[in-house]
C-alpha cells in the first residue's frame, strides 16, 4: 500500500514562508518513477493544484496563483517532495495534500494516491 505523509504545516504570518514535506513509502511504490504534486483545500472550497513536478525533476509546473511564490522540488534518494512556499498570503490558508501520480500535461486529471493533508494557515 502506497502511504504519503505530509509535515511542515503550521501557523505563519502573512509574508512569511514554509516549507511542506511529504515522504511517500509502500512496497510496490518506486518513488523515482512517479510524478508529484500539491494540492489544497480551504474550507468550503473545492480542491485545487497547487504545484507538480515530474518524475525526473525537470518540469515543474504552477497555477498563476502561486507561480512566483512557490517552487517544488524532489529528493528521489529520500522519496520526498517538498513544496517552498513565500510571500504566502491568507488566501494560502488550507490544508495541503501532497499526490502522486499528478500529470503535469493536465493538473485536472486525478492523482493516483493522496497523501492525509496538513494544515497551513496564514494569519494577516
Known amino acids: 500500500q502506497v502511504r504519503l505523509v505530509e509535515s511542515g504545516g503550521g501557523l505563519v504570518q502573512a509574508g512569511g514562508s514554509l516549507r511542506l514535506s511529504c515522504v511517500a513509502s509502500g512496497l510496490t511504490f518506486t518513488f523515482n518513477r512517479y510524478n508529484m504534486g500539491w494540492f489544497r483545500q480551504a474550507p468550503g472550497e473545492e480542491r485545487e493544484f497547487v504545484a507538480a513536478?515530474?518524475?525526473?525533476?525537470?518540469?515543474?509546473v504552477f497555477p498563476d496563483s502561486v507561480k512566483g511564490r512557490f517552487t517544488i522540488s524532489r529528493d528521489n534518494a529520500k522519496n520526498t517532495v517538498y513544496l517552498q512556499m513565500h510571500s504566502l498570503k491568507p488566501e494560502d490558508a488550507a490544508v495541503y495534500y501532497c499526490a502522486a501520480g499528478v500529470s503535469t500535461a493536465d493538473t485536472t486529471t486525478p492523482p493516483n494516491y493522496w497523501g492525509q493533508g496538513t494544515q497551513v494557515t496564514v494569519s494577516s
Open positions: 513536478i515530474a518524475w525526473t525533476g525537470r518540469t515543474t
